[in-house]
């Protein structure tokens, strides 16, 4: 079976493309020839049987990504299960396992089989951590323990894997020789410095490119361009650093297009709203109209508890300036693992964001549901409104929760409601 992009290229539409082009309301043509160009990724792994494949890209919806994992403060199989269904339940296209506390292997494993979108993971963090277990430190790991990671997970089904390839040796010098405010707040990019620092070697995973090139194509999952080096909070933003790794980023992504690889970016982190568009557009032409995935942006720093909003914000600037791909962020950002709840409230935050652009890149594609809530309220239609609302659930238990004294209008106006009055008015009039 060949890869989705050697099958565009060679002219033939997959199984998957003609489902994401009725899904998207495309030709399939059209989805052919995204993926062809690398501006369209699919996110399958041959080895996934139970999953659901997502388009993401150049005129599509734009996706969501729910971050779920255990950590070694609070490891629970059980709880990371339930919420990767409470996240998908409540939209996301995708989710993230980005475990680092327990039995990753049986973490990562029943997460895959619980959910039928696409999940994705980082490898290096596994890596890192048993070798920290077994040989007592991240920087004791060797390559092929980094190699063997990649291709255990991609064994295991995973549709796409971070890969932070663009944290070069001479970055990580200019980083040591201008430090910024708040370094590398990339996990993944903190344990592959630290492994150079100490080793004095090239990383593993930029030198060995062509390597991780056939395990990708190999298994068709998607490489996801990770940004080591995104700025961790506003004031590190479009520094020379970031702008670095995104130069050498670009051009891994035409090696992994000359390869037959499915390959998106990864986007910043913390982006002041004035510097998102450039950042997405700087993205975008780097990076040859590759999809890109972004976190947030987390566009303000004072907000714990409430970065879900900062990041919605933020993800719907991007989305409106041609992200692809966000990463919903939740309440807990910067203060914990997320609960349950958090991860509903970060997943439907990041739909809103994604909906909000969608509706401007795609028009009426994406406004229907708009339309009919727009006619539903027109009408006093509450049962309709509720019906298209992105959390039905809790717009009908808010709608319930007091007793109205006109029951067509809601507790806010009551009886002085604008549309009721102007209705009975026409109506009169009309007699």
């Not at 980083?175 to 707040?185: F, N, T, W």
Request: charged residues 25%.
């Amino acid at each position: 079976m060949s890869g989705q992009m050697k099958a565009a290229k060679g002219g033939r539409e997959t199984e998957e493309m003609r489902l994401i082009a009725m899904e998207e309301g495309l030709s399939p043509e059209k989805v052919r020839r995204g993926v062809a160009e690398g501006a369209i990724i699919i996110a399958r792994n041959i080895n996934r049987e139970n999953v659901h494949p997502i388009g993401i890209g150049r005129g599509l919806r734009i996706k969501v990504n729910a971050n779920i994992g255990t950590s070694p403060d609070i490891c629970d199989v059980n709880l990371e299960i339930e919420k990767a269904r409470v996240a998908v339940k409540y939209g996301a296209d995708t989710v993230m396992d980005l475990s680092t506390g327990g039995d990753l292997d049986e973490v990562r494993r029943a997460i895959i089989r619980t959910v039928n979108v696409p999940v994705g993971t980082v490898p290096i963090y596994q890596a890192a951590i048993e070798s920290a277990r077994k040989k007592g430190s991240i920087v004791h790991m060797t390559e092929d323990d980094i190699f063997n990671m990649i291709e255990r997970h991609a064994k295991d089904g995973v549709d796409f894997m971070t890969i932070h390839c663009g944290v070069t040796k001479d970055i990580v010098k200019n980083l040591a020789e201008h430090p910024r405010l708040m370094g590398i707040v990339s996990r993944g990019g903190v344990f592959l410095a630290a492994w150079m620092i100490h080793n004095g070697e090239e990383n593993p995973l930029y030198k060995n490119y062509d390597y991780l090139l056939e395990i990708a194509a190999k298994y068709d999952f998607t490489l996801s361009l990770g940004d080591g080096l995104r700025p961790g909070c506003i004031f590190d933003s479009t520094d020379l650093h970031q702008v670095q790794e995104l130069l050498v980023v670009g051009r891994l992504v035409e090696r992994a297009r000359k390869a037959g690889v499915q390959a998106m970016v990864e986007g910043p982190g913390h982006l002041p709203l004035n510097h998102i568009e450039a950042n997405i557009r700087l993205a975008k032409a780097i990076c040859r109209d590759a999809p890109l995935y972004v976190l947030g942006p987390v566009v303000t720093e004072i907000a714990p508890g409430y970065d879900h909003i900062v990041g919605a914000i933020g993800g719907a600037l991007a989305g409106l300036a041609g992200a692809d791909f966000l990463c919903y962020v939740t309440p807990a950002e910067h203060l914990g693992l997320p609960s349950v709840d958090d991860v509903k409230e970060g997943v439907i935050a990041a739909r809103i964001a994604a909906h909000a652009a969608d509706i401007v890149r795609l028009g009426e594609r994406a406004a229907l549901n708009d339309l009919e809530m727009a006619k539903a309220r027109a009408n006093l239609d509450w049962r309709r409104q509720i019906e298209n609302a992105i959390d039905p659930e809790r717009a009908a238990k808010i709608r319930a929760r007091t007793k109205l004294i006109s029951p067509e209008a809601c507790s806010m106006c009551s009886e002085y409601c604008a549309i009721k009055i102007l209705k009975e008015v026409l109506k009169a009039s009309c007699l």
